[in-house]
Antibody, heavy 118, light 110 residues
Framework: EVQLVESGGGLVKPGGSLRLSCAAS????????MNWVRQAPGKGLEWVSS????????YYADSVEGRFTISRDNAKNSLYLQMNSLRAEDTAVYYC???????????WGQGTLVTVSS | QSVLTQPPSVSAAPGQKVTISCSGS????????VSWYQHLPGTAPKLLIY???KRPSGIPDRFSGSKSGTSATLGITGLQTGDEADYYC???????????FGGGTKLTVL
């Protein structure tokens, strides 16, 4: 059974940093692109970042470019999102997702809540 | 303002059919595959349709997808109260080098 379990969310002050993790199991992690998608309170889904299976290709939404860094450790079956210079508008539930090259996400984690507030 | 345009809400009675539209441009829907997701509050979004019209294993054939030009449509037949959720379309935008979602459509089953 495919499982994606996010962790690392919490309350952080504006300008602060947080590192999200996603532990994957039930599939060959190193064969798949992985992604982060978020949903702010009362808003729709927003794609954040994608990383290819071997980390050769990385993409970011304009809203997080230069502040967030996506990475993965295929030996540990883990995906990460380092978030720096956090803003109030980064407050959201962050989902880890498994992806395909035609840009769809077939499995989603339950999400981890990030709250940026003073 | 989302790159892909969806109606904010749709509604229909149980047992009826509903369609949800997703409008884009040549840089996204026009030249890339479209996917659709169902999102119930407090749960993880679920993939309903991928590659315009394919259903993952376990998704009933009450759900269908189609694409024409720069627009895509999700169809749901035999509506059930359990179908009440938010629905999102998504695709890659080649000009933005970004994955884009529609703003979401709230389905109410009256």
């Amino acid at each position: 059974e495919v499982q994606l379990v996010e962790s690392g969310g919490g309350l952080v002050k504006p300008g602060g940093s947080l590192r999200l993790s996603c532990a994957a199991s039930g599939f060959t992690f190193s064969n798949y692109n992985m992604n982060w998608v978020r949903q702010a309170p009362g808003k729709g889904l927003e794609w954040v970042s994608s990383i290819s299976s071997s980390s050769s290709y990385i993409y970011y939404a304009d809203s997080v470019e230069g502040r967030f860094t996506i990475s993965r450790d295929n030996a540990k079956n883990s995906l990460y999102l380092q978030m720096n210079s956090l803003r109030a508008e980064d407050t959201a539930v962050y989902y880890c997702t498994r992806g395909y090259s035609s840009s769809y996400f077939d499995y989603w984690g339950q999400g981890t809540l990030v709250t940026v507030s003073s | 303002q989302s790159v892909l345009t969806q109606p904010p809400s749709v509604s229909a009675a149980p047992g009826q059919k509903v369609t949800i539209s997703c409008s884009g441009s040549s840089s996204n829907i026009g030249n890339n595959y479209v996917s659709w997701y169902q999102h119930l509050p407090g749960t993880a979004p679920k993939l309903l349709i991928y590659d315009n019209n394919k259903r993952p294993s376990g998704i009933p054939d009450r759900f269908s997808g189609s694409k024409s030009g720069t627009s895509a449509t999700l169809g749901i037949t035999g509506l059930q109260t359990g179908d009440e959720a938010d629905y999102y379309c998504g695709t890659w935008d080649s000009s933005l080098s970004a994955l884009v979602f529609g703003g979401g459509t709230k389905l109410t089953v009256l």
